[in-house]
């Protein structure tokens, strides 16, 4: 059991930056892939972005590529997402998850299994 707890989000101004953090308890952070997914209201869950357990992989939605970093420190058990040049269309509620497995970065929601609560970013223009 992995339990996530996402931080970071709020209202912010359209071209401004923020960076959203997840941070996990319950199983060795270390070994795990991770990755970030966006809900928009009446929308599916998107995928945002991920990275592999060692840093050493990370793949991005063609909607951010480019504006957005998403970085792991093993020390802190934390995950960050950094989107800069913030767009209204960003408006959404933002999750961390956790893989089944190892291995590449995974884009498909069935890929994770643990959840966190999500956080609220809302961009105005």
């Known amino acids: 059991q992995v339990h996530l707890v996402e931080s970071g989000g709020g209202s912010v101004q359209a071209g401004t930056s923020l960076t959203l953090s997840c941070t996990a308890s319950?199983?060795?952070?270390?070994?795990?892939?991770m990755g970030w997914f966006r809900q928009a209201p009446g929308e599916g869950r998107e995928f945002v972005a991920a990275?592999?357990?060692?840093?050493?992989?990370?793949d991005y939605s063609a909607s951010v590529k480019g504006r957005c970093t998403i970085s792991k420190d093993n020390a802190k058990n934390t995950v960050y997402l950094q989107i800069e040049s913030l767009k209204p269309e960003d408006t959404a509620v933002y999750y961390c998850a956790t893989a089944r497995a190892s291995g590449r970065p995974f884009k498909s929601s069935d890929e994770y299994i643990y959840w966190g609560q999500g956080t609220q970013v809302t961009v105005s223009s």
């Open positions: 990275i592999t357990w060692d840093s050493e992989r990370t």
């Open positions: 319950g199983r060795t952070f270390d070994t795990l892939n």
